[in-house]
């Protein structure tokens, strides 16, 4: 049996939430561009999950923008699929497998560009969401009038042209625009990008005051791992507990957040915020920007060679070692938490860093440590350095756990080339592929024959940190005791010894 509206009735388990026929007759207030995993499982599932409280009562027309796939799958399926969500929450083990109902349909932009349009002069809708990937939120030069134009950009100005001219620039009939793409600032570069294709498409003065009077273009940031499709035994496993087939079927981790910039009016249109703590609607997302940021992607960083280097290959397998989570709840909430250079009250940060740690323990999401190490000294720069540096603003002194974090990565960094040109490491026996693009600085460094001249090297290197890390008291010493540590003992070894203390 596959998933379909006619075979729900036929679903009848006590782990799996099945929607009410009645959700098929709600109309679509929802414009989605992009079919990915993401969207589906976090902005479509808080609009799933308000439906079903009889809060938003809409439904989504996604846009299938690229070339490549074809909307086959959700057609069949009625645009059904089963969100299965697995991880910890607050110390519990959490599994439930819901069946996501809030898309009505799948059009492709290629193939299905009039019916498209036909939507943005629908009274209904009120909102349009995005994830096209970092690269949709450039502008191209785009005739809004070829069928399709080119861009995302070009898409929705498109969109928002038909719909200016179907209810002659009236106030009401503006949206709410929120873009979930991984760039800073998305939606106001989104409008940014909006306004100067109108004025490329020489559009006239009234549509540009509609454009910024009565259309919303909100900032927001998404976090929430999405592996995707299941692994094939747990899809057979899920498949014959289910009873019923499912292409569309996709994992997500329990935890997730939505953190919208708006005022009222896009609290109202977004009235799905309700009925889950994890959308946030605020007047600035910057505090959320800075915890994700520093305590969830700079607690990974300055923790990655540590972890690699005492032999753990993934995060979960990690964290199940109690001294490296030790190490990792001293790092967080000692020094990273009080660091951020962020007004952001202890409590709040600390709440946040209890749920990072929930997700690091996730059993069911297999984040590779190695994967994590891609592109490893720009990540060292954005996401640790204004933490280091606030660190010494506050407190003028070697921050320990950082220290030692700091240590490990410059040991990780040690390689040789091969013959392809790759830079290699190499760590208890095996070998493993440095993925960064300034990986020669760290091989050269390591050329040297003494650890004081590697380390005060690469911590003088302003190129690299955009400042002189050997100027901070006690910041070169520290890094050179831990990376002697290391040296002679092994990070396990120190972790061990940190515990025991």
Not at 30 to 46: C, H, I, K, N, W
Not at 73 to 78: H, I, K, M, N, S
Not at 219 to 245: F, H, T, W
Not at 292 to 305: E, V, Y
């Amino acid at each position: 049996m596959r998933l379909s509206r006619y075979n729900l009735n036929k679903i009848n388990l006590p782990d799996v939430v099945v929607p009410d026929a009645k959700v098929f007759e709600l109309p679509e207030k929802v414009l989605q561009f992009g079919t990915g995993v993401l969207l589906r499982a976090l902005p479509d599932y808080y609009i799933d999950k308000a439906n079903r409280a009889g809060v938003f009562n809409g439904r989504i027309v996604v846009v299938k923008s690229t070339d490549t796939g074809s909307a086959t799958e959700f057609d069949r399926q009625d645009s059904l699929y089963t969100l299965y969500i697995k991880g910890i929450d607050k110390g519990t083990e959490v599994s439930e497998q819901i069946v996501c109902s809030a898309v009505s349909r799948v059009l492709a932009a290629g193939d299905d560009w009039d019916t498209i349009l036909e939507v943005a002069k629908s009274p209904d809708l009120k909102v349009v969401i995005s994830n096209t990937t970092e690269v949709g939120i450039q502008l191209v030069q785009d005739d809004i009038r070829k069928n399709p134009p080119v861009s995302f950009p070009g898409k929705l100005l498109a969109v928002l042209y038909k719909r200016f001219e179907a209810f002659k620039g009236s106030a009401d009939s503006g949206l709410v625009i929120v873009p979930t793409e991984l760039i800073v600032d998305n939606g106001k570069k989104l409008e940014s990008i909006v306004l100067e294709l109108a004025h490329l498409n020489k559009l006239e003065p009234a549509f540009m005051d509609w454009l910024e009077e009565h259309n919303h273009f909100c900032n927001s940031l998404v976090d929430r791992i999405v592996p995707g499709k299941p692994q094939p035994e747990l899809a057979k496993e899920m498949e014959a507990s289910c009873g019923y087939e499912d292409d569309l079927r996709i994992v997500s981790e329990v935890y997730s957040l939505w953190a919208i910039e708006g005022n009222q009016h896009v609290k109202d249109a977004l009235s799905f915020a309700q009925v889950d703590e994890g959308v946030v609607i605020v007047p600035n997302i910057e505090m959320f920007r800075e915890l994700k940021l520093r305590l969830l992607n700079g607690t990974h960083t300055l923790s990655c060679a540590v972890a690699f280097l005492s032999g753990f290959k993934t995060v979960h397998q990690a964290m199940e070692d109690e001294s490296f989570a030790n190490f990792i709840n001293q790092l967080m909430l000692k020094e990273i938490a009080p660091s951020i250079p962020y007004e952001v009250d202890y409590d709040t940060a600390a709440d946040f860093a209890g749920k990072v740690l929930d997700r690091f323990r996730n059993p069911s999401i297999e984040h590779q440590w190695i994967s994590i190490s891609a592109q490893y000294s720009s990540k060292i720069k954005m996401r640790t350095i204004p933490l280091l540096l606030n660190h010494y603003k506050l407190y003028n002194f070697a921050p320990h756990y950082f220290a030692f974090g700091f240590a490990a990565f410059i040991r990780f960094m040690k390689s040789d080339t091969n013959e392809d040109g790759k830079y290699i490491g190499h760590n208890n026996g095996s070998e493993y592929v440095i993925t960064d693009s300034q990986a020669d600085i760290f091989s050269q460094a390591w050329k040297m024959q003494a650890l004081p001249q590697v380390v005060n090297t690469l911590l003088s290197n302003k190129a690299l940190w955009d400042a002189d890390l050997t100027q901070l008291p006690g910041f070169e010493a520290a890094v050179l005791q831990h990376l002697q540590q290391i040296t002679e003992e092994g990070t396990q070894a120190i972790l061990l010894k940190e515990t025991t203390v």
